[in-house]
């Protein structure tokens, strides 16, 4: 069974101290089958992937912003560039794009960006409609945001995301700021550690994982590095599936923890309701079930709003119009794709338009 979320929280705070205690996000189990699946820790960590970043739906992302070439356009999400690279070419002299990232190796690969349309900026997205203000923008005409981590991230070993190098336990995605996840474990309690796994990483063995991590920590063995967080898990999770990692639900689950990953997202996405213009395009890239849940309910809430009771007596002209309508099915990346980046093949992106309706 396949946990996901039914509807994005109306308020969530991304400082890394707070824990996911009352009123949290709350994930809970779902009847339908979710469209996309958690991206394989194997393919996270393989060694038989490149540290070349290679965008994913790059043609199919760019094409679904239905681009103008003097609009104006938002990555959530740089990255290493390809697809604000691919948006700039279609752009002319008075396009213009703004890219969001809060690594910094990022926005350093933006900043060699010397372009007059393009301007760069170090924030999580969910600070887009803030910063945009601040640069006299308030709306655009289309937001690509292309979720989860990028390849240079899992790659540079010493970031602590992959138990293919043993390093520090960070997982910050944001290098400047934050809890890293070896403070976490530092301080939290074998109960709030075992909701994190449970909740974010969808491990049933979550209660024994945190009990052999809580255990360590007392017995004076503070978990510090990647290898040891790995060794550890190992010997709590008796049963796992076949060529995968036993901590790979585990390290899924503090990175998203430790980033506010779900948080920021359902800080975001009404942002991005407020700042498209009619007509504007929203693409969401996923590559795990409880962010993509997350995106389908905000776009189809967007587009229901007709919530009054059935056969309410109300003309048809007076139902409540759709601020967003849904744009074609869901795109995943095709074979010639996946066999060309193993890491795209759990990735789903979903395409919404902003209506006129304020």
Excluded at 320 to 333: A, E, L, R
Aim: overall charge positive.
């Amino acid at each position: 069974m396949i946990k996901g979320v039914n509807s994005a929280p109306t308020k969530a705070s991304l400082s890394s101290k707070k824990a996911p205690g009352k009123g949290a996000l709350k994930l809970e189990k779902s009847t339908q089958k979710a469209p996309a699946a958690e991206m394989p820790q194997s393919d996270l960590n393989s060694a038989n992937t490149t540290s070349t970043h290679i965008t994913v739906l790059l043609e199919e992302a760019v094409h679904a912003l239905a681009i103008k070439s003097n609009g104006t356009y938002v990555d959530g999400t740089f990255g290493r560039g390809g697809h604000s690279k691919k948006i700039l070419a279609q752009l002319d002299l008075s396009g213009r794009l703004i890219a969001f990232d809060r690594d910094v190796s990022a926005v350093a690969a933006g900043k060699e960006i010397q372009d007059l349309r393009f301007s760069m900026v170090h924030s999580h997205f969910a600070g887009m409609k803030n910063k945009l203000g601040e640069m006299g923008i308030s709306k655009v005409d289309g937001i690509l945001l292309d979720l989860g981590i990028s390849s240079p991230q899992i790659d540079e070993g010493d970031r602590g995301f992959s138990f293919r190098f043993d390093a520090p336990l960070d997982m910050r995605m944001d290098q400047t700021s934050g809890r890293t996840a070896e403070e976490f474990l530092a301080v939290t309690t074998e109960k709030e550690l075992a909701e994190v796994i449970k909740n974010y990483g969808e491990e049933r063995f979550a209660k024994q994982i945190a009990r052999a991590i809580i255990t360590e920590r007392n017995d004076g063995r503070a978990i510090t590095t990647t290898g040891q967080l790995t060794k550890v898990v190992a010997g709590a999770v008796t049963r796992h599936e076949p060529g995968q990692n036993p901590a790979t639900r585990t390290f899924q689950a503090l990175r998203i923890f430790v980033n506010q990953e779900l948080e920021e997202l359902s800080l975001t996405l009404p942002q991005c309701l407020a700042l498209l213009a009619p007509g504007g395009r929203l693409a969401v890239i996923s590559f795990h079930s409880l962010e993509d849940r997350m995106v389908k309910q905000f776009i189809r809430d967007q587009a229901n709003c007709d919530d009054l009771p059935s056969n309410f007596p109300v003309r048809a002209a007076d139902l409540p119009q759709p601020k967003m309508i849904s744009v074609g099915k869901t795109i995943k990346p095709n074979a010639a794709e996946i066999k060309r980046n193993v890491r795209s093949r759990s990735a789903v992106m979903r395409v919404a338009e902003r209506t006129h309706v304020v």
